[in-house]
């Protein structure tokens, strides 16, 4: 194991044809009743009639009032317009304001605790490139390392160092605990919306790199799927010191790459949450478009 770090129609003009009609009927009727009358009456003249009283005249009914006109319905109220964004700072401006808007959108006070506040973009972009081949950056890099040592015991006595065997103990994870957090507690939404903001910067500083193969953010994606590959640790790890470095005891563990045995160090819990953030991290990276 190398070295332990880490969004009403108006009505139409009717017909005109009923109307006349029903005119035209009203006044030949008037016509025959008179006619009639003229007629009938000329043929004996009839003794004398008193004449009718003159028909009471009905007081005429008060129209009825006119109803009130609703009132006009309020307009809705103009929506207040976004605040507009603040501008991108320049690459080489970037540190305090990247690191700010970092905690703003993970809502943890441990960012500026956990990550280095100098060249924090270009130094993301490099621990990237690395993980894109399966490494961990041990110098330059965007993380400050858990406090040392290595949590390890001895399991039984060898002749020799080289052949002494150890198991790597649960305090060790315990290391891990304040890191596992700024990824567990964030929102992907808001994380991924700090990524986005700052996507043009993050591709700048992969341009100044050197690294002609894709873009920063398809490096992402294959980091993401680099971890999500790693096995579940054993629940006892045990690991030798044949040199310097540690180095697992399993040949298998020890052929996996570094970023995967990070996440063999940080032990079954934390493996296991890391995994479920990383899931909905990258559910929420890859509706992002490749390029803007």
Request: glycine content about 4%; hydrophobic content about 35%; proline content about 14%.
């Amino acid at each position: 194991m190398a070295n332990d770090e880490h969004s009403t129609p108006e009505a139409q003009p009717g017909n005109r044809k009923p109307t006349a009609t029903i005119a035209l009927v009203v006044i030949v009727v008037v016509v025959i009743v008179a006619l009639s009358l003229y007629l009938f009456g000329r043929e004996d003249e009839p003794e004398p009639t008193p004449e009718p009283a003159p028909p009471v005249q009905q007081p005429e009914p008060e129209p009825e009032p006119e109803p009130e006109p609703e009132p006009a319905p309020e307009p809705e109220p103009e929506p207040e317009p976004e605040p507009e964004p603040e501008p991108l700072p320049e690459l080489d401006q970037s540190d305090e304001p990247a690191l700010n808007e970092l905690e703003e959108a993970t809502g943890n006070d441990d960012v500026e605790r956990l990550l280095v506040n100098e060249e924090l973009i270009r130094k993301v972009v490099r621990a990237a490139a690395a993980a894109r081949d399966g490494k961990v950056v041990h110098e330059y890099r965007p993380v400050v390392s858990p406090p040392p040592p290595l949590a390890v015991a001895k399991v039984g006595e060898a002749r020799t160092d080289a052949e002494q065997e150890y198991r790597l103990l649960e305090e060790n994870f315990q290391r891990y605990d304040a890191y596992v957090a700024l990824l567990t507690e964030s929102d992907p939404e808001q994380v991924v919306g700090w990524y986005q903001r700052y996507r043009p910067l993050l591709e700048e500083a992969f341009d100044e790199h050197g690294v002609n193969n894709g873009t920063f953010h398809e490096v992402v994606l294959n980091t993401i799927d680099e971890l999500l590959e790693a096995p579940e640790p054993p629940g006892d790890i045990r690991l030798h010191r044949p040199k310097v470095f540690y180095e697992y005891r399993d040949p298998e563990l020890e052929a996996l790459t570094d970023l995967q045995k990070l996440m063999i160090r940080m032990g079954p819990e934390h493996h296991r949450a890391v995994k479920q953030a990383l899931r909905a991290l990258r559910d929420e990276l890859e509706a992002l478009p490749e390029s803007e």
